[in-house]
């Protein structure tokens, strides 16, 4: 039986703590909309997406006020597009990221994930034209994210991709400067990129998924610093636990609205993410949460093994409330959206190089980092390569989401708004690694055994 | 489908009659009620039963939020289904 003091902590969760469902992902297959002709192509993407998630932003809503809880968020992933455009006879993939917004727009969603390539391994045609795409794409649409895998464990790591994407990168930023390279924070360099994942940028729909799809993301940093504040000064193995039976409470929740959802669409649900996402909303931070657990600022000595823990217990109290767990699940660390990251760059505490290491042991990888605009392409690359084969190594999925800000310098912030938040522009290392990324080819795939 | 009613505010004469004669009004049935008054401050959560109601689900939780506006209560009405994923296994 319920009683009073359940309920009442639940709603301080919500009220206070900000607890929330971070996103409904409806995923949707787009192979059948391939056609010769774009135009065609283009109207089969808008017209399918628009059917399948016509109903999705009200079914959020009813959810949302029924069950009082808010759903931030609802959004859309797609078929990477460079598989879907691939048979049109076009060299300009721009048009299917504009198809991309306009249903985006039409269904209400805030974005829309998708514009991807898989180029691991090696680029196919269709591969090519995207990427080169990506640039004018993040320039004329509003909603639309995307994103390019160009290592995995199984394949190694596509250093010309790697070098490529160094100068799309670039490329946006220089394109968007007009709104401080704004197009960057909707781009994602993957390694291991996952096929399930409900966040964005980095959403889309995996060529091994169904049709379509329910996938939710929860999050919770507020409420898990809230349950430390009670352990204060206890051994970790408590930190451990009272992590754990947070992450379940936060988790079951989660589960819950997808079942809901998933039932009310009449989609199939996929998966939970158990990932711990933060905002810039002061009390929903995991920077926190870390210096919660001892740390004067996070960032100094002790920040990795703090996050370590926090990433496991998390995984470890979610993975049994939920029937599917899959996404990225874990600890993000998205600087400009983390109010007490933000605060430890700026103090100089937290730099990329201690992000770099904090990759190893939590999900996802250098995120949301503004760098000077006169960052060249070739250490931004070389910054890709190193977040590549942290993730590739490791057998996980590591990101790469940066915004060298158009004449910006370090100190300097970038202003981004609502749940981006506002970016810090950190100092990168001054020495080249120019040679290194014009060698090109492939880094082989790392050995998985002899691991130590 | 029953749901949780919970009203939190400063405690003043009526509340409980003025919620309760609310809810009978749009047919919702209590099934049980928990409240305390601590300095002043009064809580009360409340398990109903609304699968008879005259209204939406969705439209009860809005006029029973503006009700809670008009006496200056924060007055919310949520599924119980939230509070059962959360607290039992």
Do not use: W
């Amino acid at each position: 039986m319920l009683n009073q003091k359940n309920i009442l902590e639940t709603i301080e969760m919500i009220d206070k703590q900000h607890l929330d469902i971070r996103t409904i992902t409806m995923g949707i297959s787009l192979r059948d909309c391939a056609h010769p002709d774009a135009k065609r192509c283009c109207e089969k993407i808008y017209d399918k997406i628009c059917k399948k998630a016509e109903n999705l932003v009200k079914t959020g809503e009813d959810i949302e006020r029924e069950f009082g809880i808010p759903i931030v968020n609802k959004r859309i992933s797609v078929t990477p597009m460079s598989m879907v455009a691939e048979s049109c006879e076009t060299e300009d993939y721009v048009p299917f990221a504009v198809a991309m917004d306009s249903a985006a727009k039409s269904c209400g969603v805030n974005f829309i994930g998708g514009f991807s390539a898989l180029v691991q391994k090696g680029f196919t045609i269709g591969d090519r034209k995207l990427i080169a795409a990506i640039p004018e794409a993040l320039a004329q649409t509003e909603f639309v994210c995307s994103s390019v895998n160009i290592g995995s464990t199984r394949a190694g790591i596509n250093m010309d991709a790697v070098a490529e994407m160094g100068r799309i990168i670039k490329a946006t930023a220089e394109r968007t400067k007009d709104r401080q390279g704004l197009g960057c924070a909707k781009l994602v360099v993957f390694c291991n990129a996952v096929e399930d994942n409900p966040f964005m940028a980095g959403a889309f729909h995996g060529v091994g998924e169904g049709e379509c799809v329910i996938n939710v993301g929860v999050s919770g940093p507020g409420v898990v610093y809230h349950a430390l504040q009670g352990v204060k000064g206890a051994p970790f193995d408590v930190v451990a636990e009272t992590v754990k039976k947070t992450a379940f409470q936060v988790t079951r929740m989660g589960q819950l609205v997808a079942r809901e959802a998933s039932s009310r669409l009449g989609v199939p649900f996929g998966i939970v993410d158990l990932s711990l996402a933060p905002t810039p909303a002061i009390g929903d931070s995991v920077a926190r949460i870390l210096e919660e657990m001892g740390l004067e600022v996070c960032g100094t000595h002790g920040t990795t093994a703090a996050l370590a823990l926090l990433n496991d217990a998390v995984k470890k109290g979610g993975v049994m409330a939920s029937g599917h767990v899959g996404g990225l699940s874990g600890a993000f660390i998205p600087v400009s959206e983390d109010e007490g990251m933000i605060a430890a760059a700026r103090e100089g505490t937290l730099t990329i190089d201690k992000l770099e290491a904090m990759t190893c042991v939590c999900s996802v990888g250098l995120d949301m980092i503004a760098v000077p605009g006169d960052t060249s392409a070739d250490t931004i690359s070389a910054i890709i390569a190193d977040e590549a084969a942290v993730g590739m190594v490791n057998s996980k999925t590591t990101a790469v989401r940066i915004i060298p800000v158009p004449g910006a310098k370090v100190g300097d912030m970038m202003e981004m708004g609502g749940l981006l938040g506002s970016a810090p522009v950190m100092p990168v290392h001054a020495a080249s690694s120019a040679a290194f990324i014009a060698r090109g080819g492939r880094i082989p795939a790392p050995l998985q055994s002899l691991k130590n | 489908m029953r749901a949780i009613v919970t009203v939190t505010g400063k405690d003043t004469v009526g509340i409980i009659g003025g919620v309760c004669t609310r809810l009978s009004h749009y047919n919702i049935n209590i099934l049980d009620i928990s409240q305390t008054v601590l300095q002043g401050y009064f809580t009360m959560t409340m398990v109903v039963d609304a699968s008879q109601a005259n209204v939406e689900f969705g439209e009860l939780v809005k006029l029973m939020g503006d009700y809670g506006t008009e006496r200056h209560l924060s007055i919310r009405v949520q599924r119980e289904d939230i509070f059962d994923a959360m607290h039992k296994l």
